[in-house]
């Protein structure tokens, strides 16, 4: 049994009416800029709301932007906080074509809005055989940090 079919692929955002893009000295910038600027660093951190679905879109289009102009001459590797270190092997074996997309949800604890706002992202990196790293660390581990201290997790091992 498979997961859910892809969403349909909503039209590209469009720069200026749907969304705007800055310098960090606040001046505005475009879109293409931001994506050859990328090419000139190691790593990309696209800060977001985690429930703004616009700036996910953005995300995405930077992502693919970023493969279709780089992926020829350097990895491109997706790195999402939704999913917690724990989960990585689930979403190796899911990149793998191990398990099911039903089984890969189910198993890695995806964020309610997972299907709209990263599906997208995962699946494209899936598609084009690119790495999907699961950076945030695991809830237990949060929690204990936040009811005790980030010292405490000293104690773990």
Known sequence: M???AAPAEPPPLSEGSDFVVYRPDGTLASFDEIV???ASVDVVFVGE???DPITHR???QIFQQAFI???ATRPIVLSLEMFERDVQYVLDEYRAGLITEDHFR????PWENYEADYRPMVEFA???DLEVVAA?????????ASRLGRDSLGALG
Not at 136 to 144: I, K, Q
């Open 126 to 128: 899936i598609a084009h």
């Open 58 to 60: 953005v995300q995405a």
């Open 69 to 71: 102009k780089q992926a």
């Open 49 to 51: 709301e985690h429930n």
């Open 2 to 4: 498979s997961g859910p």
């Open 36 to 38: 050859d600027e990328a």
């Open 136 to 144: 945030n660390a695991p809830r237990r581990y949060v929690n204990r």
């Open 106 to 109: 189910r198993s890695s604890r």
